[in-house]
């Protein structure tokens, strides 16, 4: 890389997020933690300099518009007005499941929606003249292969990420002709902090119908999206990758 170039990752103070910005960091770019949570986002930035990355910190609610659009703009004064890349991670995992659909209530349904599929919509939206400015880009979402799979009880968390797998492909459509690839990633079952939740049964299921049986760790997934944020992929884009060692197959 002869210059370096800026990727965001939302929700990067932890588990596959901070894993991500970790990877882009060690592949050369400028890595902003876009983080909720200021102690969380401020500890990851703190690591990540300690490791020789490049690195700063942003504090970002995905599911307020403001605090998007104030993340925007503090992302244009630290990159002049440019970005080269997006990964759009940030979203609520953590002890989600165990009901039916039909005894979701509307304000859960609603508050999961709002962050997992209107979040990277806000966000892309909020950053996307930037990476127009910068004449071409790198978008990769974060799904989930329950959407793929349809896990019970679960429905409203599957219902977001169907609907992020398929704003990947609107987003892609539009975006393709200014050099702008956008693909998202869907991840199995992933041992880290937002997993420690959820029950027994679900990793259990996990265990037994793997093509590769072992947990499935963050950095299964950051050689993917490393290679999504590449120059190497600039043909692709509006596809969806299940990596879940081979719970789904398609």
Same mark, same amino acid.
């Given at each position: 890389?002869?210059? $370096?170039?800026?990727?965001?990752?939302?929700?990067?103070?932890?588990?596959?997020?901070?894993?991500?910005?970790? $990877?882009?960091?060690?592949?050369?770019?400028?890595?902003?933690?876009?983080?909720?949570?200021?102690?969380?986002?401020?500890?990851?930035?703190?690591?990540?300099?300690?490791?020789?990355?490049?690195?700063?910190?942003?504090?970002?609610?995905?599911?307020?518009?403001?605090?998007?659009?104030?993340?925007?703009?503090?992302?244009?004064?630290?990159?002049?007005?440019?970005?080269?890349?997006?990964?759009?991670?940030?979203?609520?995992?953590?002890?989600?499941?165990?009901?039916?659909?039909?005894?979701?209530?509307?304000?859960?349904?609603? $508050?999961?929606?709002?962050?997992?599929?209107?979040?990277?919509?806000?966000?892309?939206?909020?950053?996307?003249?930037?990476?127009?400015?910068?004449?071409?880009?790198?978008?990769?979402?974060?799904?989930?292969?329950?959407?793929?799979?349809?896990?019970? $009880? @679960?429905?409203?968390?599957?219902?977001?990420?169907?609907? @992020?797998?398929?704003?990947?492909?609107?987003?892609?459509?539009?975006?393709?002709?200014?050099?702008?690839?956008?693909?998202?990633?869907?991840?199995?079952?992933?041992?880290?902090?937002?997993?420690?939740?959820?029950?027994?049964?679900?990793?259990?299921?996990?265990?037994?119908?793997?093509?590769?049986?072992?947990?499935?760790?963050?950095?299964?997934?950051?050689?993917?999206?490393?290679?999504?944020?590449?120059?190497?992929?600039?043909?692709?884009?509006?596809?969806?990758?299940?990596?879940?060692?081979?719970?789904?197959?398609?």
């Amino acid at each position: 890389m002869t210059e $370096r170039r800026t990727v965001v990752v939302t929700g990067a103070g932890r588990g596959l997020g901070l894993a991500t910005a970790r $990877r882009a960091g060690a592949d050369g770019f400028h890595v902003v933690v876009a983080e909720l949570r200021e102690e969380w986002g401020e500890k990851a930035v703190a690591e990540l300099r300690g490791e020789g990355l490049a690195a700063d910190f942003v504090r970002c609610d995905v599911g307020d518009p403001a605090s998007v659009a104030e993340m925007a703009a503090a992302v244009g004064g630290l990159t002049g007005g440019t970005l080269y890349g997006l990964v759009n991670n940030a979203g609520l995992a953590d002890a989600v499941g165990g009901r039916y659909f039909h005894e979701i209530e509307v304000e859960d349904f609603d $508050r999961i929606m709002t962050v997992n599929a209107r979040g990277p919509w806000l966000v892309a939206k909020a950053l996307l003249p930037l990476i127009l400015a910068n004449g071409a880009g790198r978008i990769v979402n974060v799904a989930s292969d329950a959407a793929l799979y349809g896990s019970p $009880r @679960l429905a409203h968390y599957i219902a977001s990420k169907g609907a @992020l797998i398929a704003l990947t492909r609107a987003m892609a459509r539009e975006t393709g002709d200014h050099g702008i690839t956008v693909n998202a990633v869907a991840p199995g079952l992933t041992e880290s902090e937002s997993s420690e939740r959820i029950p027994e049964e679900r990793h259990t299921l996990y265990r037994l119908n793997r093509a590769i049986s072992r947990p499935q760790q963050p950095d299964d997934l950051t050689g993917l999206i490393a290679f999504l944020l590449s120059e190497e992929s600039r043909y692709l884009t509006g596809q969806t990758v299940a990596v879940n060692g081979g719970f789904t197959m398609h």
